[in-house]
C-alpha cells in the first residue's frame, strides 16, 4: 500500500480499475435479480446511492484539507532553513581563525547535505536514515565548534550566534518530522471501501446499461485520490515542492569556496 500511495498515477489506475469492476458487478446483480423492476426498491437503492455519494465526498474533502497545510509547511520549510543556514553562514564571519574557516567547510557539507534531503522518499527507509545520520554527525560537529567559540567569548555577539545555530537545527528537526507526516492508512481505506460500495450501488441502480455512469464515478474518485496523494508525497507523482532557494544557496556557497 506505501506503494501505491508514493506513485499517485499508479494508484490512480488501480482504484479507477477497482471501482470500475465494483459498478460493473453491482449493474451485473440488478440486472439478474431485476431488483430495479420495483420503484419501491428503486427509490431506496437510488437513497443509498446518493447518501454514500454525499459521506464519500465529505470524506474527500477532509482530507484535501489535511494535506494541503502539510505541503504549504513542507515548502515554506525549505525556505526557513535555507535561512537558517545563510544567517549562521553570514555570521561566521565574525568567528575567529581557525575556528571561523573549520566552521565554514563543515557549514559547506552540511548544505549539501540538506539539498540531497529533498531527494529522499519513505519508500527507501534506509537511505533516509542514512541522509538524516550525516545530518545529525555534522549537527554534532557544527554545534563543537560553537561551544568552543563560546565558551571563551562570552557576549551577545556570541549569544546571537549560538542561537543562530540552534535554530538552523530546530528548522532541520521540523522539516524531518512534516516529511514523516502522512495521511494515515486507515483514512486511505475507509476512503477506498466506501467508494467501493458507493460504485456498486452507482451500478446496482442502473435500470439500463450506461457506461458514462459506470466509468464517471471511478474516474473522478480515483482522480481526487491521486491528487491527494501526490500532495501528501511531493518527492513523487507530477507535484513537487521547488528547491530553489536550497540550491542557490548550495550555488553560493561553491562560488564563495572557489
Not at 480515483?222 to 501526490?230: E, I, K, R, T
Not at 508525497?233 to 513537487?240: A, E
Not at 536550497?246 to 550555488?251: A, I
Amino acid at each position: 500500500m506505501t506503494f501505491l500511495l508514493d506513485e499517485p498515477w499508479v494508484l490512480f489506475i488501480a482504484v479507477c480499475i477497482a471501482l470500475f469492476i465494483a459498478s460493473v458487478l453491482g449493474y451485473r446483480l440488478a440486472f439478474s435479480t431485476r431488483v430495479n423492476e420495483d420503484s419501491h426498491h428503486h427509490e431506496h437503492i437510488t437513497g443509498l446511492r446518493e447518501g454514500l455519494f454525499i459521506f464519500l465526498g465529505l470524506l474527500l474533502g477532509f482530507t484535501v484539507a489535511m494535506v494541503l497545510p502539510r505541503f504549504e509547511q513542507r515548502r515554506d520549510l525549505v525556505n526557513d532553513e535555507a535561512g537558517a543556514i545563510e544567517t549562521l553562514i553570514l555570521r561566521t564571519q565574525i568567528l575567529p581563525e581557525p575556528e571561523h574557516g573549520k566552521t565554514m567547510q563543515l557549514l559547506r557539507e552540511y548544505v549539501v547535505v540538506r539539498e540531497g534531503f529533498a531527494r529522499n522518499t519513505l519508500q527507501n527507509q534506509a537511505a533516509l536514515n542514512r541522509e538524516t545520520q550525516r545530518t545529525e554527525a555534522l549537527q554534532e560537529q557544527i554545534w563543537q565548534q560553537v561551544i568552543a567559540v563560546t565558551r571563551d567569548n562570552e557576549n551577545a555577539v556570541m549569544a546571537s550566534y549560538m542561537q543562530s545555530a540552534n535554530n538552523m537545527f530546530d528548522v532541520a528537526n521540523r522539516r524531518l518530522a512534516t516529511f514523516e507526516k502522512r495521511v494515515p492508512k486507515t483514512v486511505w481505506l475507509i476512503i477506498f471501501v466506501v467508494a467501493a460500495f458507493q460504485s456498486f450501488l452507482t451500478g446496482y441502480s442502473l435500470k439500463r446499461k450506461f457506461w458514462l455512469s459506470l466509468a464517471v464515478t471511478p474516474v473522478v474518485v480515483a482522480l481526487v485520490m491521486a491528487l491527494v496523494a501526490d500532495l501528501d508525497s511531493p518527492r513523487t507523482g507530477l507535484i513537487h515542492i521547488e528547491q530553489t532557494s536550497m540550491q542557490r544557496l548550495v550555488n553560493d556557497v561553491t562560488h564563495s569556496q572557489q
